[in-house]
C-alpha cells in the first residue's frame, strides 16, 4: 500500500518553460516566489534554466540571493521593495522601485542597482499611485544618476470578467503609462503580464516580457476553451495520489468522521477511507461537492481528515487500489473553477514533508551545478 504521493513532472516545466519562451521570443521573467510555487526551488530553477529562461523574479531576498548565486549571467528580479542597499548591489539584483517618496529617503543608497519602477494599478501592494508621481521618479531618477532599467505592473484582474471590464481599464490605463515612458526611456525590461493576461492578449505591444507564473507550473488560470493553443500546449506537471487503505460499509444514520462529518443516507453505503488529508496539504474545501479518481472513475468526497479522506465509492473500488486526486484527468484548475481555491492556493497547501515528492523525468533538469 502506497504512501500519498506527490510527483511532480520535470518535462512538463520544461515543455512549458519552452512554448512560452518560443511565443514571446524570449521574453519571459519566470515567476518563482514561493519555492517556486511549492515545486521546488532549486529543481525548478535548474529547469527553467536549462529550457532557456534567463530571468528570474520573486518576492524573497534570500531566494533572490539563492539564484544569483547559481546563475550569475541571469537576471534577478526582486518584487518587494528594499533596502537591503549592500546586498543588493553584491548580488546584482535588480529591485522595485515602489515610490517617489523611496527615492527621497533612500538616493544616496541607491546607486549600482538596477531599479523597475512600478506602477501600482488596482492592485496597490505598492508603486506609484499617480501619473503625476510616476514620472516625477523618472525625472528624479535621472537627474540623480539612479538607474532605472524597467518598468512594471501587475494586472490584478486579468483572470476576471466582470461586467465592467475592469482588466480592460486597468490595462489601458497602464499602456497610456508605459507608451509614455518608453517615449521618454529606454528601458530594458518592461513588463506586465502575468499567465491570464498573456492568454488573453499574448505579449502586448511595447513590453519586452511577461512575467508567468501558474503557466509555467501547468495550470490554466481560467477557464480557457479547450480548442485553444495554450490549453493545448501547457501540460499539466503534477500528480497526486493515495490508497485506499480501508472500506467502510455504513447503514442509514451511521456516520463516519470528525463529529460525524458525513452521516449515511442509505443503508449499504460503501465508502472508502484514503490515505490522505489536510494535513497533508488538501484543503478541506476539496470535498464541497469534489470529486477524487479511483481506477479511471470518479467519485464523490463525503469526509476530510488530517490524514485521511472519505469517498462514496461502489463495489469495484477495494483495498489498496489507487486515489487520484489531482492529474493530466483531474487538473488542478478544475478545482479552482469549482470554487476550492485558486491553481497557486491549492499547490501551496502541499505538506511536502508528510507526501512522498518524486521527481519525474530528472534529465530535464540539464546539468546541475
Request: glycine content about 6%; some cysteine; hydrophobic content about 35%.
Amino acid at each position: 500500500m502506497i504512501e500519498a504521493t506527490l510527483k511532480i513532472n520535470i518535462a512538463a516545466l520544461y515543455n512549458n518553460a519552452k512554448y512560452l519562451i518560443e511565443k514571446t521570443n524570449g521574453g519571459v521573467i519566470a515567476t518563482v516566489k514561493n519555492n517556486a510555487y511549492n515545486f521546488g526551488l532549486e529543481k525548478v530553477l535548474h529547469t527553467f534554466y536549462n529550457a532557456g529562461i534567463r530571468a528570474f523574479s520573486t518576492t524573497s531576498l534570500k531566494d533572490s540571493i539563492y539564484i544569483r548565486e547559481l546563475y550569475p549571467n541571469v537576471m534577478v528580479f526582486l518584487l518587494n521593495p528594499c533596502e537591503e542597499f549592500e546586498l543588493l548591489r553584491k548580488y546584482k539584483i535588480s529591485c522595485t522601485l515602489p515610490s517617489y517618496d523611496f527615492l527621497l529617503k533612500n538616493k544616496e543608497n541607491m546607486y549600482d542597482i538596477y531599479w523597475h519602477l512600478e506602477w501600482a494599478g488596482i492592485m496597490r501592494r505598492s508603486g506609484c499611485r499617480s501619473e503625476e508621481e510616476f514620472f516625477q521618479a523618472l525625472e528624479f531618477a535621472s537627474n540623480n544618476n539612479i538607474n532605472i532599467d524597467g518598468i512594471w505592473t501587475h494586472f490584478s484582474y486579468a483572470d476576471e470578467f466582470d461586467d465592467k471590464n475592469t482588466y480592460l481599464t486597468e490595462k489601458s490605463r497602464w499602456i497610456d503609462i508605459q507608451k509614455k515612458a518608453c517615449s521618454l526611456c529606454d528601458f530594458q525590461y518592461v513588463h506586465s503580464q502575468n499567465s491570464p493576461s498573456f492568454a488573453r492578449d499574448g505579449k502586448l505591444e511595447g513590453h519586452t516580457h511577461i512575467r508567468p507564473g501558474i503557466f509555467l507550473y501547468g495550470c490554466m488560470p481560467y477557464e480557457i476553451e479547450s480548442t485553444s493553443e495554450v490549453y493545448n500546449k501547457i501540460q499539466h506537471v503534477l500528480d497526486l495520489t493515495a490508497s485506499v487503505i480501508s472500506i467502510i460499509n455504513l447503514d442509514l444514520g451511521e456516520s463516519i468522521g470528525y463529529c460525524s462529518s458525513y452521516v449515511a443516507e442509505k443503508d449499504n453505503t460503501r465508502l472508502a477511507v484514503i490515505n490522505i488529508g489536510y494535513g497533508d496539504g488538501l484543503k478541506r474545501e476539496r470535498i464541497k461537492n469534489n470529486i477524487v479518481e479511483i481506477n479511471g472513475r470518479r467519485y464523490e468526497l463525503v469526509s476530510i481528515m488530517m490524514s485521511h479522506t472519505v469517498a462514496i465509492v461502489d463495489n469495484s473500488v477495494n483495498v489498496g487500489d489507487i486515489a487520484r486526486y489531482y492529474g493530466k484527468e483531474i487538473p488542478v484548475h478544475e478545482f479552482t473553477f469549482r470554487g476550492v481555491g485558486s491553481c497557486s492556493e491549492q499547490i501551496s497547501y502541499f505538506n511536502h514533508n508528510t507526501l512522498n515528492v518524486v521527481y519525474e523525468n530528472i534529465e530535464y533538469l540539464g546539468q546541475v551545478k
